[in-house]
């Protein structure tokens, strides 16, 4: 079983600091994937990277993907309330029973 | 079309009543996903449909009845249910099972009285 851990756990900032939040698995990902859950709403997908060393960028966020492709990175820049919500990076695994898995995430608060 | 469509989007249902909520996509993805939320808890798979055909039941109680009528529609049937079934109840859809990236619904927030 692939355990899975999220840091931090909670995080409360002021608008315009920047943040880095982390993903580590016990085993090697296939692939991994970022989620932002706001407040009442469903996850939605942010990236997905699948190469080890892989960094890819959306707007203010950068995220990577370790060389080894069992632990991740997502990087905050000038954080702002937007940005407040639940980060979550599940694991996949089971083969040919897939299951898609979710750890605690990190829950993200941005003050103004 | 790129969304996952719930409803309701709220639920308030006694312990004897019967309801269904309903999950809609048109993306012709063939594997779609029932996942419940706690308060402060990340999402807890529920039911794996792939093909229409269900794939994994994560041993939830018989009181929730999936059904998947046809490629682009989920239904979860509840009845007799318990205060502690209250939860957000998200449905997702994926190209095909295994493969990776799911697109979530915004979920129906139940609330069991």
């Known amino acids: 079983t692939q355990l899975l851990e999220q840091s931090p756990q909670f995080l409360s900032i002021q608008e315009g600091e920047n943040l880095t939040v982390y993903c580590n698995s016990s085993?090697?990902?296939?692939?991994l994937q970022w989620y932002r859950q706001e407040p009442g709403e469903g996850p939605v997908l942010l990236v997905t990277?699948?190469?080890?060393?892989e960094v890819k960028k959306l707007k203010r966020l950068t995220f990577q993907f370790g060389d080894a492709r069992k632990d991740s990175s997502l990087h905050i820049t000038a954080a702002q309330p937007g940005d407040t919500g639940l980060y979550l990076c599940?694991?996949?695994?089971?083969?040919?029973?897939?299951?898609?898995?979710f750890g605690k995430g990190t829950l993200l608060t941005v003050n103004p | 079309d790129t969304e996952v469509t719930q409803t309701p989007k709220h639920l308030v249902m006694g312990m004897t009543n019967k309801k269904s909520l309903k999950c809609e996509q048109h993306?012709?993805?063939?594997?779609m996903y029932w996942y419940k939320q706690k308060a402060k808890k990340p999402p807890e798979l529920m039911f794996v449909?792939?093909?229409?055909?269900?794939?994994i039941n994560e041993s939830v109680p018989s009181r929730f009845s999936p059904e998947c009528p046809n490629s682009s529609l989920l239904n979860l049937h509840l009845h007799a249910l318990q205060p502690e079934d209250s939860a957000l109840y998200l449905c997702?859809?994926?190209?095909?099972?295994?493969?990776?990236?799911?697109?979530f619904g915004s979920g129906t927030r139940l609330t069991v009285v």
């Open positions: 449909y792939s093909y229409e055909k269900l794939s």
């Open positions: 997702a859809s994926s190209p095909i099972w295994g493969s990776h990236g799911y697109t």
């Open positions: 993306m012709g993805h063939r594997a």
């Open positions: 599940p694991s996949g695994s089971g083969g040919s029973n897939y299951k898609l898995t």
């Open positions: 085993s090697v990902f296939s692939s």
């Open positions: 990277v699948v190469t080890g060393g």
